[in-house]
């Protein structure tokens, strides 16, 4: 979902006060949870925080399929349980920002029979207007972009999926690289690519091996779709980089 | 501007120019009501937009309500109760418009 990316970050530049930003679908004929489809910043841990059962914009948005503006998301009287503690006991390594968190909008759209897109952010100053506004137009042009997308090509969606599920193990992944070779999360991403690279597997894949090989356990992965096994080569792979790493010096 | 169902009042010494809305805003309308409301916001730096007739709006009219209100000053005069009042709240228009209830 690269082009979803990529108009998230046109949303940024657009909107300079936001922390984060997030495209959340909701399919309602299989009935799963809403996912997140792309984020920035605090956006996906905001999205999930806010489907836990707290509340927020983006269950309202949902739910009654109009946009939803906040001023101030932590005293809004119309989610007495989103609240500043609340949101850090779910999402606490963003500790700092969500204690800047003032704003926040959802716009809400449908793009298919039954299933709804929101995009939403969170911002550091009062949501107005102006930031929702914004947001519809982006909607549509999320809308937009999604209808393409399954118009061209039906399994798309069920990339989608497959995206989602590996994620968890990305990330994981990628702490546990911080955490042996005592990097930040943009050096462990390019470590963790450099060898899918030359190990020739799948990135997704190699994640999950790898966190498998650290923990001796399954990765994480959503109830959606078919888990990711990865093959025994990747696996050999995820042994010989972890094995490679921890023998190596602290990179300067 | 002579719409049945959208009516634009001129400004008037100090009050801002009024768009009275009556009946159903929906999906099948929405555009005249848009374009009435960007009529009236276009000479304006505020405008009045009254509701008090309206007998259902839903999303559309919400998202036509906000984009107006990103470059105007926007004031609605709605009822005091019922699901129009309840639409302002759940999507927080009510906080960045001057909302006027009428009994």
Redesign the interface.
Same mark, same amino acid.
């Given at each position: 979902m690269a082009l979803m990316h990529r108009i998230l970050e046109r949303m940024q530049s657009d909107l300079l006060d936001a922390l984060g930003l997030a495209i959340t679908v909701h399919d309602k004929r299989h009935d799963e949870r809403p996912s997140v489809i792309a984020a920035l910043g605090v956006g996906s841990d905001f999205v999930d925080a806010q489907l836990s059962g707290i509340g927020g914009?983006l269950p309202?948005a949902l739910a009654?399929?109009?946009?939803?503006?906040?001023?101030d998301l932590w005293t809004d009287d119309?989610w007495p349980e989103l609240t500043l503690a609340a949101i850090r006991d779910r999402a606490p390594q963003h500790e700092s920002s969500w204690e800047q968190v003032h704003g926040a909008a959802a716009?809400?759209g449908v793009w298919a029979d039954e299933a709804t897109v929101v995009v939403c952010c969170t911002l550091s100053q009062p949501? /107005?207007?102006?930031t929702?506004? /914004?947001l519809?137009n982006y909607e549509q042009l999320v809308s937009a972009a999604l209808i393409t997308t399954a118009a061209e090509n039906a399994s798309a969606i069920a990339d989608i999926i497959t995206v989602l599920q590996s994620r968890g193990a990305i990330e994981q992944a990628k702490g546990a690289l911080m955490g042996l070779v005592r990097c930040d999360a943009e050096r462990a991403w390019a470590i963790l690519r450099r060898a899918s690279q030359e190990f020739n597997v799948k990135l997704r894949e190699l994640a999950v091996a790898l966190v498998e090989h650290i923990s001796g356990a399954p990765a994480e992965q959503p109830d959606t779709g078919t888990p990711i096994t990865p093959d025994d080569r990747t696996r050999e792979a995820a042994g010989l980089m972890w094995a490679a790493l921890s023998e190596a010096p602290l990179p300067q | 501007m002579t719409n049945s169902q959208f009516r634009l009042s001129a400004a008037e010494a100090e009050q801002p120019p009024v768009v009275t809305a009556s009946g159903d805003i929906d999906l099948a309308n929405v555009n005249e009501f848009s374009d009435v409301l960007n009529t009236a916001a276009a000479d304006s730096d505020a405008i009045t937009v009254d509701l008090s007739d309206v007998s259902y709006c839903?999303?559309a009219a919400?998202?036509a309500l906000?984009?107006v209100? +990103?470059?105007t000053k926007?004031g609605l005069i709605v009822p005091a109760t019922g699901p129009i009042m309840t639409?302002l709240?759940?999507?927080?228009?009510d906080?960045? +418009?001057m909302v006027t209830t009428r009994d």
């Open positions: 914009p309202d009654y399929q109009v946009p939803v503006l906040s001023l119309r716009v809400p949501a /107005s207007a102006s929702v506004a /914004s519809i | 839903d999303s919400v998202r906000f984009a209100a +990103a470059t926007l639409l709240s759940i999507s927080g228009l906080r960045v +418009a």
